[in-house]
């Protein structure tokens, strides 16, 4: 590794013109990937293909009531959004932090949900990709705030790798938070509060519990 300090913050992104600001390449990455992955699975893939198979499918918590439901979804959230939106972006790949590497994965994973009616709790049919469908979901708020909080934190990278499958990397020296990253990582946290509070409720309504 070389032990030169260099800037941590990124240069250019996979794919896209580096002159792109972050947050832009960002967002046209997600929404890319979430809204093809949508349509995949509406068109091509069976329903129910990805039903229980994820982490958070796991999770003992049907039986609870409102609250502790409503605090362990939190809970969930917030924990894989430290992990996977902000820790990981201590890591870049060639300048790209690798935290919205993450994120990226997981709004495609969202979107195959979503086309595939994968979920716990399915709908009657698979839903046609639509706007509305999109912003009525509460994992869209989640997915929100993952990727509010990965740009936030893009600049604390510490280590670049130059190649993804190669082993040479370089150091970088992390840039501290500034206001506006604090200000996007609070609407983060609001944005994943609310969406854990209307994704219970909706559970509740569609099982009859709590």
């Known amino acids: 590794m070389s ?7 990124p240069r250019a992104g996979p794919g ?5 600001p972050l947050w832009l390449r960002a967002v046209l990455w997600c929404q890319a990937l979430f809204w093809g992955a949508w349509w995949i699975g ?15 499918a796991q999770l003992p918590i049907d039986h609870l009531p409102f609250l502790p439901r409503t605090l362990a979804v939190i809970g969930y959230n917030l924990l894989w959004m430290l992990l996977f939106a902000v820790w990981a972006n201590r890591v870049q790949v060639r300048r790209w932090p690798l935290g919205l590497t993450a994120v990226n994965a ?10 595939t009616n994968s979920f716990g709790v399915p709908r009657p049919a698979p839903l046609r990709p639509t706007l509305d469908g999109f912003l009525l979901r509460p994992g869209v708020m989640e997915l ?3 990727l509010l909080a990965a740009i936030a934190t893009a600049s604390t990278g510490r280590v670049n790798q130059l190649e993804w499958l190669s082993g040479w990397a370089e150091r970088l020296e992390p840039s501290p938070l500034r206001r506006r990253d604090w200000l996007l990582l609070a609407v983060a946290l609001l944005l994943l509060v ?3 509070v209307r994704e219970v409720i909706s559970w509740c309504n569609v099982t009859g519990g709590c």
Request: aromatic share 12%.
């Open 144 to 146: 929100s705030a993952y």
């Open 106 to 115: 997981m709004w495609l994973i969202f979107g195959l949900l979503l086309g």
């Open 3 to 9: 032990m030169r300090p260099q800037p941590a913050g």
């Open 42 to 56: 509406y068109l091509w893939l069976p329903e129910g293909i990805l039903r229980g198979k994820l982490i958070a």
């Open 16 to 20: 896209l013109a580096p002159s792109l």
């Open 194 to 196: 609310t969406a854990a």
